[in-house]
């Protein structure tokens, strides 16, 4: 009789959107897959009260899109099909005028999708595969990482005990797994909040007189209210509404304590968007949803040795002003089993080499290192970009610049966001060649000026002076 080939066994902690992605990665390669959740289960209508309430819907986008289709699965086109695609921003002044600005050339967009929706076909289609177990409401408790000794508790209190290859924590901004590899390793970490806080209400769809439902704007666009200090975004849902966000410094939300001085706020800044929402709605929902904080969270190294790795938010939070969280955290997915497949130690097959393991481990810790320190710093740019510079009209000329140039030369000079959410060129690149051609262009712009005279020259350097921070994680 043939031998039963022992697989090996790895435990995922956090079933949420990297995590379920995960699980079929490490399923697809044969690896004996379990993975854990402590909410309950995500695809039961009636637990959908009790979970956590967070960015109803998101932008995914091309790094994200390519760890889907990299599944083998089709993960990516089941996913785009339940998407609305977003070509551009739409800006709305303070008189209530719309104006578009396209994020890259016409076929570019990224998409607007339901977080619920996104969960629960992740978690199906790794529930779907025969060797992944999904073990939900069971928490992470206790690990022991040098014998992969793991013990969670249900909610009445049992304890659990499971013994596994590798920990695989992919268990959010509060990450156990993080807090023990921390223990365990040299971990350098920093977390730093910003002064500004968001709270979400809803647009809901516009009912027709056929009794139809349409939605209030186009929901082609990504919505914006910029308002320099602060801003509100709305981001499309398929039932025809919008989810917007309303990010502001946390002393706008603490002043703001009754309907008038809510409704004082709206009048004077968003009143365009007082109808939409509906003025009973807004007093409801804003005194009533939660209000979240948002904060930037680094560190490094990313394992414990051959045993441990953490992924997506409990290895990297970012704000969320450049859309990418998730994109980032399904990229470590695919950029983790890279790593893996080429050592040969992702197959699930292959015994485990702990030494090779541990090498495969700390190569991903090391490359994938300064790409996450790159967009956390990208992503707090791109706030004061949403919410001041996008209205500037030095943004708006060296915009309009940088198109015209990607046009004549598409490889020499890329916009920033055209490399952010349209390509997969690693995002430490992405910085230093925005530092590169902001100068380029700057420098050219100084010569070709220069013949028209000083002022020009002048005018030209405020217009179009680049970042001149110093790179990322320094
Ligand atoms: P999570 O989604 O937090 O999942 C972690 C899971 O682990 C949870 O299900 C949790 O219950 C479980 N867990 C935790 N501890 C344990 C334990 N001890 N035992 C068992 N299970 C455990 N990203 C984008 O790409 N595009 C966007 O447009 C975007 N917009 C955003 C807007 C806002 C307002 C915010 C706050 C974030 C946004 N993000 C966006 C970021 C995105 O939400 C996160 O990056 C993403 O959810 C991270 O996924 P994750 O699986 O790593 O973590």
């Not at 956590?52 to 099909?81: C, F, P, V, W, Y």
């Not at 015209?404 to 997969?424: D, E, G, K």
Request: charged share 25%; proline share 5%.
């Amino acid at each position: 009789m043939e031998k039963e080939i022992e697989r090996k066994r790895v435990a995922i902690i956090g079933a949420g959107l990297v995590g379920s992605l995960s699980s079929v990665y490490f399923a697809h390669r044969g690896w004996d897959v379990l993975l854990f959740e402590k909410r309950p289960d995500i695809r039961k209508k009636e637990n959908f009260a009790k979970l956590e309430k967070r960015s109803i819907n998101l932008a995914l986008s091309q790094r994200g899109i390519s760890a889907l289709s990299r599944t083998g699965l089709g993960l990516d086109k089941l996913i785009l099909s339940k998407v609305i695609p977003m070509k551009g921003r739409m800006i709305h002044d303070l008189g209530g005028n719309q104006v578009s600005q396209a994020y890259g050339l016409p076929h570019q967009h990224i998409n607007s999708v339901d977080r619920g929706m996104l969960n629960e076909e992740l978690v199906n289609t790794a529930a779907s595969l025969p060797n992944v177990t999904v073990i939900f409401e069971q928490e992470l408790k206790q690990c022991d990482l040098d014998s992969g000794s793991l013990t969670f508790s249900s909610p009445e209190g049992q304890e659990h005990h499971y013994k596994v290859d590798l920990v695989f924590g992919a268990d959010g901004v509060h990450s156990r797994v993080r807090g023990e590899i921390m223990k365990k390793t040299r971990m350098d970490y920093s977390q730093s909040f910003i002064d500004h806080g968001y709270c979400e209400l809803t647009i809901p769809p516009k009912v027709l007189e056929t009794g139809e439902t349409d939605y209030e704007i186009d929901p082609n666009h990504l919505h914006i209210w910029p308002r320099h200090s602060y801003m509100m975004i709305a981001l499309p849902n398929l039932d025809k509404s919008f989810t917007c966000t309303l990010f502001a410094p946390l002393d706008i939300f603490d002043s703001i304590k009754t309907e008038a001085q809510l409704m004082e706020l709206f009048e004077k800044d968003l009143a365009d968007a007082i109808p939409l929402i509906g003025r009973e709605a807004l007093v409801k929902e804003y005194f009533t949803n939660p209000k979240g904080s948002l904060m930037t969270i680094k560190c490094k190294p990313y394992h414990f040795k051959g045993r441990a790795v953490i992924v997506g938010d409990a290895a990297h939070c970012m704000v969320p002003f450049y859309g990418q969280g998730m994109n980032a955290g399904f990229e470590d997915v695919e950029k983790f089993f890279d790593i893996l497949d080429k050592s040969g130690q992702g197959s699930g097959a292959s015994p485990t080499d702990l030494s090779l393991m541990e090498s495969c481990l700390d190569e991903y810790s090391t490359t994938r290192h300064p790409d996450v320190v790159a967009i956390c710093d990208l992503a707090l740019h791109n706030y004061v970009e949403m919410r001041s510079s996008v209205v500037s009209f030095s943004y708006l000329a060296r915009k309009r610049l940088e198109a015209i140039l990607h046009r004549i030369a598409p490889n020499c000079v890329i916009p920033l966001y055209t490399m952010v959410s349209f390509s997969t060129m690693r995002y430490s690149e992405v910085w230093q060649r925005w530092q590169r051609q902001s100068n380029l262009i700057l420098n050219s712009v100084i010569v070709a000026s220069s013949v028209l005279g000083l002022g020009s020259v002048l005018a030209a350097y405020f217009f179009l002076k680049p970042n001149t921070r110093p790179p990322p994680g320094q």
